[in-house]
C-alpha cells in the first residue's frame, strides 16, 4: 500500500522535526517541511502531498491562512490547521478557507491520524463528486432529450441546455418561469390535472404541445417523478423529449387512412356526379348504385338541392344547409341525417360530399356525393345506447357497491351504493387507487388486504370468490362487507380492467349474532331451568329438616348458630335458583299498562340510594305506557342501575334518559317495525373493552369480580320477553350506554295521525 505523503509547513524547528518523526511511525510518509507560506507553495509544486499540515501563525510574509486558501482554493490540496491560539477571531479567519481540520497543539498522536484520514478521505469523496457532477452535466447537455426540474408550485429550478432546439429559448431564459407559461392553451388543464397526479407519484408519460419563441407549436413526450426529501415532495424531475415528426408523421397517416376509408365506403349504396354552374344550378353528370331506387324514388324527382330537402326529416334540414358554405370553398363534409322513402318510411343515410375547386374558375365545379344507407348501423348504436342507459340505471340504482378500475389500477366507476358504503364520493375517488380509499381487513386474521387487483391486472391471479372482511369508512365507522374482484377482459391477453362488488352485511350480521345468541340463551335457559327447578326442591326439602333441627336445638346451644348459617346460605341458594328460573323463562311476564317513566324514577332511585353515585333523568311527560311485567321492569332497570353503579368504584353519574323511536323496515334491529319507547342508561365508568362487549350478555360472564354473571344475561331474556331489544355501546374511558327499545302502547293521537297518512 503507498503511504500518504504530508507537508508540514511549521516555522518551529523542533516541532516540525517532532511531527515528522511521529508522521514515520504512524505510517505517512513525509513529502517535506516548510517554514514558511511561500515555501510551502514551492515545496507543493514540486512534491505535490495529500495533504498539509499548516501552522497558522507563521514568520514568513505570507501566513498559514494565506498559503492554505492557495494550496486548498487553488490546487485542491486539503489543508489541516495547526495553532496554539484558539481565539475566536482566528479561527473564524482560518474556517472562512475551508479547511479539513483544525488542530490545537499540543497534538496527540491519535488526534493526528484521525484528522489526516478524515481530510485525505473527505478530499478524495470531493475529488470524485465533481468527476462524477462534470460527467453527468457533460452527457445532460450532450442528449437531445431535455432535463429539467420544477417545484411544486411549478416554477423551472433546472433545464438542460436541449431546450433551445425545441423552444428557441436558452436555459437562462427559462430558469425561473412557470411551466405553464410555454403550453398550448387547449392542453393546459389536462397538463394541471397531470402534474397533480405526478406530485402524488401516479406518474405516466403523455403528450402535449408547445409554444416556441417563433409562435411554431411543436410537440413533447414528457415523463417525471417526484422530488422528494425529509419535508416531503418538493417537486418534478423529468425528460422532455420532441416528438413534433412522430406526431406529424401520425397526422399524414390517419389523413392517408381517412382518404382510403371514404373512397372504400363511396363504392355502397349509391354514388352521383353534379356539375356546378356559374348561377347556382346544377347538371347530373352521372349516378351509380340502386339507394335512390330502393327508396322509391325516379333520378329526375331528386334532381335539385331543393328537392333533396324534400325528402330529408325536418329536424335534419339544418345539418345539410350548414355544409354548403364548407363545400363551396373545397372542404369534404360528411352529413349523417334521416330521410323519408317514398312509402314513408324513415332511413338514416351517410351522406359524403367531395367538391373539385377549378384554380381558372377561382370556384368549386363538381361535387362527387357518395350515399350509403347506415339504417341498421344506427338502430345497433341506439339499441346499444339504450343498454348503456340500462346498465347505468342498474349501477346507480343497485344496492351493491360497484368499483372498477382500468388497467393501471386507478378507479373509472363508483357507484352511489359504494359512496355510501365507504364514505367517499365519486368525484373523490375517480383517478385514485383503491388502496388509497379502501382500508379492509381479513375477517378471520384481521390481516390487512394490501391490493385487490394487482394480480389480477397482471394476470396472475383469476377471479376471487366472495370473501368477508372489515371496512373502515372514510369517517371511521367499522362495517363487515362480503366482496368479490373480477377481470374485465377485450381482445388481449391481459385484463383491461376489473371491478369489485361489494356488500354492506353489517345488519345481517347484527341480525345473525343476535339469533345465535337468542338461541344460545334459549338452550342454556332451558338447562338452567330444568336443574334451579330440581335444586330448588331439594333446598326446600333441606330447609325443612334445617327448620326441624332448630326446633330441637337449645337456643343458647352452639349446633343453633350452624342451623341459622345453613339457613342463611339455603335462602341465598333459593335466590340464586329463582335467577336461573327467570333467566330460563323470563317469568312469563303477566303485562300491564305501565308508565315507565315513573317505573324508572322509583326503581333506579330506590337501588342506588346510598350506593354515592349521583342519577340524573331526563322523561318527558307525554313518553307515554308500555304493556309490560312490573315486578321484570323493575328487575330489568335495577340490574342495569347496579351495572352502571359497579362500572364507577370511585363514584360519577347515571344517566337515565327516554324518548319515543319510531322504527321502519331496514333498521338492522331485531324487532319488527313499529313504535318504541327508548330508554337509555348511562354512566361515566371505565367502559368495556371492544373484545368483550359481545359477551356482556352471555350467562354466567361478568367482568367483575363479584356477582354471579346472570344479572344481563337476565336483562336481556326479560327484554326479549317483551317484544323488545337490547343494544350496547361502549368505550373504554368513557362509559357504556344500554339502548333498551321496548314496544310503546299506541296513543289515540298516534291512531289518528296513522289513519291520515293511509
Same mark, same amino acid.
Given at each position: 500500500?503507498?503511504?500518504?505523503?504530508?507537508?508540514?509547513?511549521?516555522?518551529?524547528?523542533?516541532?516540525?522535526?517532532?511531527?515528522?518523526?511521529?508522521?514515520?511511525?504512524?505510517?505517512?510518509?513525509?513529502?517535506?517541511?516548510?517554514?514558511?507560506?511561500?515555501?510551502?507553495?514551492?515545496?507543493?509544486?514540486?512534491?505535490?502531498?495529500?495533504?498539509?499540515?499548516?501552522?497558522?501563525?507563521?514568520?514568513?510574509?505570507?501566513?498559514?491562512?494565506?498559503?492554505?486558501?492557495?494550496?486548498?482554493?487553488?490546487?485542491?490540496?486539503?489543508?489541516?490547521?495547526?495553532?496554539?491560539?484558539?481565539?475566536?477571531?482566528?479561527?473564524?479567519?482560518?474556517?472562512?478557507?475551508?479547511?479539513?481540520?483544525?488542530?490545537?497543539?499540543?497534538?496527540?498522536?491519535?488526534?493526528?491520524?484521525?484528522?489526516?484520514?478524515?481530510?485525505?478521505?473527505?478530499?478524495?469523496?470531493?475529488?470524485?463528486?465533481?468527476?462524477?457532477?462534470?460527467?453527468?452535466?457533460?452527457?445532460?447537455?450532450?442528449?437531445?432529450?431535455?432535463?429539467?426540474?420544477?417545484?411544486?408550485?411549478?416554477?423551472?429550478?433546472?433545464?438542460?441546455?436541449?431546450?433551445?432546439?425545441?423552444?428557441?429559448?436558452?436555459?437562462?431564459?427559462?430558469?425561473?418561469?412557470?411551466?405553464?407559461?410555454?403550453?398550448?392553451?387547449?392542453?393546459?388543464?389536462?397538463?394541471?390535472?397531470?402534474?397533480?397526479?405526478?406530485?402524488?407519484? &401516479?406518474?405516466?408519460?403523455?403528450?402535449?404541445?408547445?409554444?416556441?419563441?417563433?409562435?411554431?407549436?411543436?410537440?413533447?413526450?414528457?415523463?417525471?417523478?417526484?422530488?422528494?426529501?425529509?419535508?416531503?415532495?418538493?417537486?418534478?424531475?423529468?425528460?422532455?423529449?420532441?416528438?413534433?415528426?412522430?406526431?406529424?408523421?401520425?397526422?399524414?397517416?390517419?389523413?392517408?387512412?381517412?382518404?382510403?376509408?371514404?373512397?372504400?365506403?363511396?363504392?355502397?349504396?349509391?354514388?352521383?356526379?353534379?356539375?356546378?354552374?356559374?348561377?347556382?344550378?346544377?347538371?347530373?353528370?352521372?349516378?351509380?348504385?340502386?339507394?335512390?331506387?330502393?327508396?322509391?324514388?325516379?333520378?329526375?324527382?331528386?334532381?335539385?338541392?331543393?328537392?333533396?330537402?324534400?325528402?330529408?326529416?325536418?329536424?335534419?334540414?339544418?345539418?345539410?344547409? &350548414?355544409?354548403?358554405?364548407?363545400?363551396?370553398?373545397?372542404?369534404?363534409?360528411? *352529413?349523417?341525417?334521416?330521410?323519408?322513402?317514398?312509402?314513408?318510411?324513415?332511413?338514416?343515410?351517410?351522406?359524403?360530399?367531395?367538391?373539385?375547386?377549378?384554380?381558372?374558375?377561382?370556384?368549386?365545379?363538381?361535387?362527387?356525393?357518395? !350515399?350509403?344507407?347506415?339504417?341498421?348501423?344506427?338502430?345497433?348504436?341506439?339499441?346499444?345506447?339504450?343498454?348503456?342507459?340500462?346498465?347505468?340505471?342498474?349501477?346507480?340504482?343497485?344496492?351493491?357497491?360497484?368499483?372498477?378500475?382500468?388497467?393501471?389500477?386507478?378507479?373509472? $366507476?363508483?357507484?352511489?351504493?359504494?359512496?355510501?358504503?365507504?364514505?367517499?364520493?365519486?368525484?373523490?375517488?375517480?383517478?385514485?387507487?383503491?388502496?388509497?380509499?379502501?382500508?379492509?381487513?381479513?375477517?378471520?386474521?384481521?390481516?390487512?388486504?394490501?391490493?385487490?387487483?394487482?394480480?389480477? $391486472?397482471?394476470?396472475?391471479? @383469476?377471479?376471487?370468490?366472495?370473501?368477508?372482511?372489515?371496512?373502515?369508512?372514510?369517517?371511521?365507522?367499522?362495517?363487515?362487507?362480503?366482496?368479490?374482484?373480477?377481470?374485465?377482459?377485450?381482445?388481449?391477453?391481459?385484463?383491461?380492467?376489473? *371491478?369489485?362488488?361489494?356488500?354492506?352485511?353489517?345488519?345481517?350480521?347484527?341480525?345473525?349474532?343476535?339469533?345465535?345468541?337468542?338461541?344460545?340463551?334459549?338452550?342454556?335457559?332451558?338447562?338452567?331451568?330444568?336443574?334451579?327447578?330440581?335444586?330448588?326442591?331439594? $333446598?326446600?326439602?333441606?330447609?325443612?329438616?334445617?327448620?326441624?333441627?332448630?326446633?330441637?336445638?337449645?337456643?343458647?346451644?352452639?349446633?343453633?348458630?350452624?342451623?341459622? &348459617?345453613?339457613?342463611?346460605?339455603?335462602?341465598?341458594?333459593?335466590?340464586?335458583?329463582?335467577?336461573?328460573?327467570?333467566?330460563?323463562?323470563?317469568?312469563?311476564?303477566?303485562?300491564?299498562?305501565?308508565?315507565?317513566?315513573?317505573?324508572?324514577?322509583?326503581?333506579?332511585?330506590?337501588?342506588?340510594?346510598?350506593?354515592? *353515585?349521583?342519577?340524573?333523568?331526563?322523561?318527558?311527560?307525554?313518553?307515554?305506557?308500555?304493556?309490560?311485567?312490573?315486578?321484570?321492569?323493575?328487575?330489568?332497570?335495577? &340490574?342495569?342501575?347496579?351495572?352502571?353503579?359497579?362500572?364507577?368504584?370511585? @363514584?360519577?353519574?347515571?344517566?337515565?334518559?327516554?324518548?319515543?323511536? !319510531?322504527?321502519?323496515?331496514?333498521?338492522?334491529?331485531?324487532?319488527?317495525?313499529?313504535?318504541?319507547?327508548?330508554?337509555?342508561?348511562?354512566?361515566?365508568?371505565?367502559?368495556?373493552?371492544?373484545?368483550?362487549?359481545?359477551?356482556?350478555?352471555?350467562?354466567?360472564?361478568?367482568?367483575?369480580?363479584?356477582?354471579?354473571?346472570?344479572?344481563?344475561?337476565?336483562?336481556?331474556?326479560?327484554?326479549?320477553?317483551?317484544?323488545?331489544?337490547?343494544?350496547?355501546?361502549?368505550? !373504554?374511558?368513557?362509559?357504556?350506554?344500554?339502548?333498551?327499545?321496548?314496544?310503546?302502547?299506541?296513543?289515540?293521537?298516534?291512531?289518528?295521525?296513522?289513519?291520515?297518512?293511509?
Amino acid at each position: 500500500m503507498t503511504r500518504k505523503r504530508i507537508l508540514i509547513v511549521e516555522d518551529e524547528t523542533l516541532i516540525a522535526a517532532d511531527l515528522a518523526g511521529r508522521l514515520e511511525k504512524l505510517g505517512y510518509e513525509v513529502s517535506g517541511i516548510a517554514t514558511g507560506g511561500a515555501e510551502a507553495l514551492s515545496t507543493a509544486a514540486e512534491n505535490p502531498p495529500d495533504a498539509v499540515l499548516m501552522d497558522i501563525t507563521l514568520s514568513d510574509e505570507m501566513n498559514g491562512i494565506d498559503a492554505a486558501a492557495e494550496l486548498h482554493g487553488r490546487r485542491g490540496i486539503p489543508v489541516i490547521y495547526l495553532t496554539a491560539h484558539a481565539d475566536i477571531p482566528t479561527l473564524t479567519r482560518a474556517r472562512e478557507t475551508e479547511p479539513h481540520g483544525i488542530l490545537l497543539k499540543p497534538i496527540r498522536d491519535i488526534d493526528l491520524m484521525s484528522a489526516l484520514e478524515t481530510a485525505i478521505q473527505r478530499h478524495s469523496l470531493e475529488v470524485r463528486l465533481r468527476a462524477s457532477e462534470e460527467k453527468y452535466r457533460r452527457m445532460v447537455e450532450g442528449i437531445s432529450d431535455v432535463i429539467y426540474e420544477v417545484g411544486a408550485e411549478g416554477t423551472i429550478s433546472y433545464i438542460s441546455p436541449a431546450i433551445t432546439a425545441i423552444l428557441g429559448y436558452s436555459p437562462e431564459e427559462i430558469t425561473g418561469e412557470n411551466f405553464l407559461r410555454f403550453f398550448h392553451q387547449e392542453d393546459l388543464a389536462r397538463l394541471k390535472v397531470d402534474f397533480d397526479r405526478s406530485l402524488a407519484g &401516479n406518474t405516466r408519460p403523455d403528450d402535449y404541445r408547445v409554444i416556441a419563441r417563433d409562435g411554431s407549436i411543436r410537440w413533447v413526450r414528457i415523463f417525471d417523478t417526484p422530488v422528494r426529501t425529509e419535508e416531503g415532495v418538493i417537486g418534478l424531475r423529468g425528460v422532455l423529449t420532441d416528438i413534433t415528426d412522430i406526431m406529424d408523421a401520425r397526422e399524414s397517416m390517419r389523413r392517408s387512412e381517412e382518404r382510403y376509408r371514404v373512397l372504400s365506403e363511396i363504392s355502397t349504396d349509391a354514388a352521383s356526379s353534379l356539375r356546378l354552374n356559374p348561377d347556382g344550378g346544377f347538371e347530373r353528370e352521372w349516378s351509380a348504385g340502386r339507394f335512390i331506387e330502393t327508396m322509391g324514388y325516379a333520378l329526375d324527382r331528386l334532381d335539385s338541392f331543393e328537392k333533396w330537402l324534400t325528402i330529408v326529416h325536418p329536424d335534419d334540414i339544418h345539418l345539410f344547409k &350548414n355544409a354548403l358554405p364548407g363545400l363551396m370553398q373545397g372542404n369534404v363534409k360528411t *352529413v349523417e341525417a334521416r330521410v323519408y322513402a317514398a312509402d314513408g318510411s324513415l332511413k338514416w343515410i351517410r351522406d359524403t360530399v367531395f367538391p373539385y375547386w377549378d384554380e381558372k374558375e377561382g370556384r368549386v365545379v363538381r361535387l362527387v356525393s357518395a !350515399v350509403q344507407d347506415i339504417t341498421a348501423r344506427k338502430e345497433a348504436e341506439q339499441s346499444l345506447e339504450d343498454e348503456k342507459l340500462r346498465l347505468a340505471t342498474t349501477i346507480r340504482d343497485i344496492a351493491d357497491g360497484i368499483i372498477t378500475v382500468d388497467r393501471e389500477g386507478s378507479i373509472t $366507476l363508483f357507484n352511489p351504493a359504494a359512496e355510501a358504503i365507504t364514505g367517499w364520493s365519486f368525484g373523490e375517488a375517480v383517478g385514485k387507487s383503491p388502496a388509497d380509499i379502501l382500508r379492509l381487513y381479513q375477517a378471520e386474521t384481521e390481516e390487512v388486504i394490501p391490493d385487490l387487483f394487482e394480480g389480477l $391486472l397482471e394476470g396472475k391471479e @383469476g377471479n376471487a370468490a366472495l370473501r368477508r372482511a372489515r371496512l373502515v369508512a372514510r369517517d371511521g365507522a367499522e362495517k363487515q362487507i362480503e366482496f368479490s374482484t373480477t377481470a374485465l377482459h377485450e381482445r388481449f391477453d391481459l385484463p383491461a380492467g376489473a *371491478v369489485l362488488v361489494m356488500r354492506d352485511i353489517t345488519g345481517r350480521m347484527k341480525l345473525e349474532n343476535e339469533l345465535q345468541k337468542a338461541r344460545k340463551l334459549e338452550s342454556v335457559g332451558e338447562l338452567a331451568g330444568g336443574i334451579a327447578h330440581d335444586f330448588n326442591n331439594m $333446598l326446600t326439602t333441606v330447609l325443612g329438616n334445617v327448620s326441624l333441627a332448630k326446633m330441637h336445638t337449645e337456643e343458647q346451644a352452639e349446633a343453633r348458630r350452624y342451623l341459622e &348459617n345453613a339457613e342463611r346460605a339455603i335462602a341465598q341458594a333459593r335466590e340464586l335458583t329463582q335467577q336461573l328460573l327467570t333467566f330460563a323463562r323470563g317469568g312469563e311476564p303477566i303485562k300491564e299498562r305501565i308508565n315507565i317513566a315513573g317505573l324508572v324514577h322509583e326503581a333506579a332511585s330506590i337501588c342506588l340510594d346510598g350506593r354515592g *353515585v349521583l342519577c340524573e333523568f331526563d322523561m318527558p311527560d307525554d313518553l307515554g305506557d308500555i304493556m309490560a311485567d312490573r315486578g321484570q321492569m323493575r328487575q330489568v332497570i335495577q &340490574n342495569l342501575a347496579i351495572n352502571a353503579e359497579q362500572a364507577m368504584p370511585e @363514584g360519577g353519574k347515571v344517566r337515565f334518559s327516554a324518548t319515543r323511536a !319510531v322504527i321502519g323496515p331496514g333498521s338492522g334491529l331485531p324487532i319488527p317495525s313499529g313504535e318504541y319507547i327508548l330508554l337509555i342508561v348511562e354512566d361515566s365508568g371505565v367502559g368495556i373493552p371492544k373484545t368483550l362487549r359481545e359477551r356482556v350478555f352471555d350467562p354466567y360472564f361478568s367482568t367483575k369480580q363479584k356477582g354471579s354473571g346472570l344479572g344481563l344475561s337476565i336483562v336481556y331474556s326479560i327484554v326479549k320477553k317483551h317484544g323488545g331489544t337490547i343494544l350496547l355501546d361502549s368505550e !373504554v374511558g368513557a362509559g357504556t350506554r344500554f339502548h333498551v327499545y321496548l314496544p310503546a302502547l299506541i296513543s289515540e293521537e298516534s291512531n289518528e295521525r296513522r289513519k291520515a297518512r293511509r
